[in-house]
Nanobody
């Protein structure tokens, strides 16, 4: 699985951005998908994840709950992270990730069987 993230940019505090991640391959439906962020020199941080299969469940890090919304479109092999009410502390690089196990994303326990795309920079000015 190859992951292509896009949608980052520069926005003022309180503004919005929509990140997209498109996956290659024919097994997109089999993967839980999510976003992880990491600033240079800092540890990775879970942002949001959505389960695979039917009855998708979404999970958010506490600081983004209520501001960010994650969705997926299996027909387009894509996920979208709508980010509203952005704060300067949201500034960092956001990475799209895929795993057959939702907890790998939520617990940041990615293995060599999981996938990690290139990042997209989000900058929120105060």
């Amino acid at each position: 699985v190859q992951l292509q993230a896009s949608g980052g940019g520069l926005v003022q505090a309180g503004g919005s951005l929509r990140l997209s991640c498109v996956a290659s391959g024919r097994t997109f439906n089999s993967y839980a998908m999510g976003w992880i962020r990491q600033a240079p020199g800092k540890e990775r941080e879970f942002v949001a994840a959505i389960s695979q299969g039917g009855g998708w469940s979404t999970h958010y890090e506490d600081s983004v709950q209520g501001r960010f919304t994650l969705s997926r479109d299996n027909a387009k092999s894509a996920i979208y992270l709508q980010m509203n009410s952005l704060r300067p502390e949201d500034t960092t690089v956001y990475y799209c990730a895929a795993s057959r196990y939702l907890h790998h994303l939520r617990e940041l326990s990615l293995t060599t069987d999981d996938y990690w795309g290139q990042g997209t920079q989000v900058t929120v000015s105060s």
